[in-house]
């Protein structure tokens, strides 16, 4: 492809495969096609081909290849330059200078713009015939037909003879006979300008992807295996789940996995943007990618190949490069038509000047500008140059923008709601004390409760287990166990029916709750804590306290959002006055608290019918359907699943400045984007009528169309540089 109406073509057709829903984007250079079985993609395939193109399927597993094409522009830039120099200068000289003309200069001009026309500019003509030959029309039309049609005119001139008439330059004045005659430097000229951008835009689009390129490269090609007690190096694609490897000191981590020996510090800058290294010991769970700096570690691996997070993180940003914004399928539309419409203006350009009595020359010279400056690349690369350029980023950040849904929903958000548990807080609830009923026993309590909590994966129930664990205390199995979301859980130990919950949860099973227990969990809920009834066959025994440590970038996060005009909500399943305490810790504006799992998605639904712009942060786990109705929904992702969130924006990264980082940098490359587009629509109206009134000239022509591309991408390509804490 050569330009966004080659993607528009291409697109077009796959869409009318039955079935099929296809994306093509013409800064990755790739489809995306949706409702073709695997087996079908031969004929994907035939589909392009018969559009004039070429294409090749990429399988599970393999690295999409892009086709480098910076070699092949700038060995025809360079032979364009080397000649096009000289020949303006000397064809300008003899054009102002008839006494320096000798006899066949025209002809010597005509042989030295050989080069440069057919072989430098083959590029153009090719993709040109390509179109012509299937009924369509690009860029690429525009600019062959523009280089061709000025090489014809010298030709012909040369053949036929020039007119002995004196003609005028726009800057010059009256410029001497047979002047007029020659538009070769034209053609070299404007060849070598499109050569140009051309190039810069090749490198420039090969610069951002490396952006993203590189998180696939951080993941190692071999791996320490310990087998059988001996240990040896293996290619990681045969390292399986349960293997154990070596880490040594300097070293990449193979994959993710849990450490089963040793300790050491962990960085993880170059794929979650965290700068302080992570200590990890015996039964913490490491990334693949991430560096070993310190100690020797054995890892047992939990994850190989595509279920990694490395490999997750880096699909997922591929797949975000690849989707277009409504802004982008509008942009497409109108360069589908803009060729086209370009090549009609020429002609009433050229109709229009003869008309006029403009003569020959001032007619041929106002519509090849038309040609020459009207080409819309600029506009085919302002949306996806960004996109890839931000994306790269991102990823380098620990931030996963997952398509540009994300930016258009982050220039207008003006509500951050956040859940508490897990986002706000680490999520390692731990037991402050456990409070016996009068008469009771704390052992008692902790022992009931633990038996009910045994098999969830509940933070409180991790924790009530945990503590059991500490301080000596044996739970009974626990027979009928079952949770009640937002409340508790319930189950038989010994025969006798016992509760684990909230005082909801009491109420509904009519268990009464005793004044002094009451106090308890009052005095408990007022200091930020969780309290957890314990009743055995309808009698409360007691209370277990429960807390969940804030997570010390809370606060400073919090300040972030507000200084960036957000207001802030937390959302809790707590009661009101433990979200209080927290919204008071961190500097939270509002607190929405007692909302269970599944209201969340409601709270989201009334800010937004109350006429808010809402972002949810959630971890990502219960907060799934949230996430999805938010207008712009942000995981805090713990674990290592990443790719199946229902977020428009991961976070990786621990510290929760992440949250800041990513509104910014989303917010940055949607105004670059914007910029982008303001640009290319301003510079092609503008240009178009002084083009046809022939205040340019093609020389400035092609010289403007080509900046107009190169500024674009290079406006695109600072955002690889983007400091979104500042």
Known sequence: MTCAACAARIEKRLGKMPGVTATVNYATERAVVLGLAPERAAEA????????????????????????????????LIVAAFLTVPLGDVAIVLALAPQMRFPGWE???????????????????????????????????????????????????????????SGYWLGYGIAPAGADSLYLEVAAAVTTFLLGGRYMEARSKRSARSVLSALGRLAPTTVRVVRDGVESVIGIGELVVGD??????????????TVVLGSSALDTSMMTGEPVPREVTEGDVVLGGTINTTGALIVRADRVGAHTQLAQMAATAEQAQARKSRVQTHVDRIVAWFVPAVLVIALVTLVAWFAVGGGPRAAFSAALSVLIIACPCALGLATPTALMAGVGRGGQLGILIKGPDALEASGVIDTVVLDKTGTLT?????????VP??????????????????????????????????????????????????????????????????????????VAVPE???????????????????AVDAVVLGTVVLTDRLRESAAEAIARLKALGLRTVLLTGDNASAGEAVAHAVGVDEVIAGVLPTEKTAVIE??????????????????????????????????TDVAMKSAD???????????????????RTLRTIRGNLVWAFAYNVAAIPLAALGLLNPLIAGFAMSLSSVFVVSNSTRLRRADPSR
């Open 45 to 76: 395939v035939a589909v392009v081909e018969a559009a004039g193109y070429g294409a090749s399927p990429v399988g599970e597993g393999e690295s999409t290849g892009y086709t480098d094409r910076v070699r092949l522009l700038r060995n025809r």
């Open 107 to 165: 002809w010597v001009l005509l042989v030295a713009s050989l080069p440069v026309v057919f072989w430098c500019a083959w590029p153009f003509h090719k993709a040109a015939w390509r179109n012509l030959r299937h009924g369509a029309t690009s860029m690429d039309t525009l600019v062959s037909l523009g280089i061709l049609a000025a090489f014809t005119w010298s030709l012909v001139a040369v053949v036929t003879g020039s007119a002995d008439a």
């Open 244 to 257: 154990r490897f070596a880490v040594l000191p300097g070293e990449r981590i193979a994959t993710d996995g």
């Open 426 to 434: 680490s999520g390692e609830m731990g037991v402050r004390e456990v």
């Open 437 to 510: 009923a009068a008469g009771g026993d704390a052992a008692a309590v902790l022992a009931a409760a633990a038996a009910v909590e045994a098999r969830s994966e509940h933070p409180i129930a991790r924790a009530i287990g945990r503590h059991a664990e500490q301080v000596g205390v044996d739970a009974a199995p626990a027979d009928g166990v079952r949770a009640v979301s937002g409340r508790g859980a319930s189950g038989t130990v010994a025969g006798q029916r016992v509760l684990v919950g909230n005082a909801s949860l009491l109420a509904e099973h009519d």
């Open 516 to 534: 002094a227990v009451t106090a308890v969990v009052a005095a408990a809920e007022e200091e930020g804590c969780t309290p957890v009834l314990v």
């Open 606 to 639: 009334r800010l937004q019918a109350e006429g808010r712009v809402v972002a949810m942060v959630g971890d990502g786990i219960n907060d799934a359907a949230a996430l999805a109705s938010a207008n712009l929904g942000l995981a805090v992702v713990s674990g």
């Open 649 to 667: 924006i991961i976070l990786v990264r621990r510290h929760l400045g992440v949250i800041g980082d990513a509104i910014v940098l989303a917010r």
